[in-house]
């Protein structure tokens, strides 16, 4: 990798733990936390490590954890193993737990390494000693209080955020996941100290969680700060980078935030194994650039994404438009053959995977531009 000249560059921590990768959800199952040894073998292949700081992270305590879920949550998932789960039988509909979010071993020591991340990655920022923190281990966007959903079992995000708030008054989320942030949103549902934005596709019955249209826009103090994007299947990267911009930059110019958590997921990928959108790692990636161009101190999480070769792709080449440099379009020389396999056919970084037919765009033109005017309006309520 290089330095793209004539720019400044910003200070970057990225913040990792091997441990968090060798996870099993299950065989079947499709979140594969080896993702993030994928990712991690592009990133050190391109010599990312010597644009930013790298730190291991380190679990998150169980207080820590405690800012947001509730005891006997966190005290079921210290205790229940895949060997004792009959004993807790009752307790498991009660906690979510089931087929998205089985029990499997290891699984207090992922959570609590995944979330120690963002938490870590947020007191960077807060320090002043990261302009950018980065955890592609985070972005667990369902979990809720006292709940597992979808996949997630510890709001890394929200711990990531109440911490932020300690210092800044406003913080800003903003979800590119193809599926609603709907864990954040409740968790900030009443306030207007954080406004939620997220893009996703929406299809009530169909598509999981099934929240997140127009009309859901906060409560009681945080009534208009929880904006959704309602979309449809196969959204191309020229309409969904349009309307990114066209969302993003008034709502950072009306809501002022103090810092900005962005949540990359890469199901909104095409050829995503769950997701049905047809964006390419350039657009994804531009939403990246886009809102690092404002210059607030930004916390980049990861979150789904089921396709790990294309995952880890994204993921590296996010990181190198947090570090503003140039890794070309090819993979790395020095990747290990054991790795590169992954990558076939194509062996390159960006091989187009907004073209395989399989979702066309529903998206229609009047859709976009009446989903965006309904975010316009949310924002003229805003703040006198
Ligand atoms: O990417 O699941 O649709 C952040 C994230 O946003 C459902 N779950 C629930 C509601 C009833 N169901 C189905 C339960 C199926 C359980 C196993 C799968 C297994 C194999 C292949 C696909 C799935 C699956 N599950 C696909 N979609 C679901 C969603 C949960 C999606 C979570 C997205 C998480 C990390
Ligand atoms: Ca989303
Ligand atoms: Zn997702």
């Known amino acids: 990798a290089q330095r793209i000249a004539g720019r400044q560059p910003k200070k970057v921590s990225y913040h990792h733990n091997p441990m968090a990768e060798n996870h099993h959800f299950g065989t079947t199952h499709p979140m594969k936390p080896w993702r ?11 010599g990312l490590q010597d644009y930013m700081d790298c730190y291991s992270t380190r679990a998150a305590t169980e207080d820590e954890l405690a800012e947001f879920h509730s005891d006997d949550y966190l005290d079921f998932l210290k205790r229940v ?6 004993s807790f039988i009752q307790q498991l509909p009660h906690f979510n ?3 998205d979010c089985p029990i499997f071993s290891g699984m207090w020591d992922f959570c609590t390494l995944y979330a120690g991340a963002s938490l870590d990655a947020a007191k960077k920022l807060l320090a002043g000693q990261s302009d950018i923190a980065i955890n592609w281990s985070g972005g667990l966007h369902h979990a809720k209080k006292s709940e597992a959903s979808g996949f997630c079992y510890i709001n890394d995000i929200v711990l990531a955020i109440l911490q932020l708030l300690r210092y800044h008054p406003r913080v800003l989320y903003i979800d590119i996941d193809v599926h609603h942030g709907d864990g954040v949103e409740q968790a900030f549902f009443s306030t207007d100290r ?11 019955d169909n598509f999981f969680p ?15 700060y929880s904006l959704n994007v309602p979309l449809k299947d196969g959204i191309d990267d020229e309409n969904y980078l349009r309307l990114f911009k066209s969302i993003v930059r008034p709502v950072i110019e009306t809501y002022r935030p103090a810092s900005i958590v962005l949540q990359c997921g890469a ?14 790692l350039t657009a994804h990636g531009a939403c990246v650039e886009f809102v690092k161009a404002f210059g ?23 990181t190198s438009i947090a570090t503003d440099t140039d890794v070309g379009t090819e993979l790395p020389p020095q990747l290990d053959q054991s790795f590169r396999e992954y990558f076939a056919p194509e062996y390159v970084l960006h091989p187009k995977l907004g073209t395989d037919g399989r979702y066309e765009n529903k998206n229609t033109k009047k859709h976009l531009e009446n989903v965006r005017i309904r975010i316009m309006e949310q924002l003229r309520y805003l703040g006198g």
């Not at 954080?194 to 009530?204: N, P, R």
């Not at 249209?213 to 009681?220: A, E, H, K, R, T």
């Open 36 to 46: 993030l040894t994928l990712t991690n073998q592009l990133v050190l292949g391109y």
């Open 97 to 99: 737990i089931g087929d």
């Open 194 to 204: 954080v406004m939620t934005l997220s893009f996703h596709k929406y299809d009530k």
């Open 267 to 280: 199901d909104s990928l095409g050829a995503d194994r769950l997701g049905c959108f047809n964006l390419n």
């Open 81 to 86: 193993t895949p060997e004792n789960a009959d």
């Open 210 to 224: 099934g929240t997140g249209s127009s009309d859901d826009i906060g409560g009681g103090a945080g009534k208009h």
């Open 296 to 318: 607030l101190p930004l916390l980049l999480v990861g979150g789904g994404g089921y396709t790990p070769r294309n995952v880890s792709r994204l993921w590296c080449f996010e």
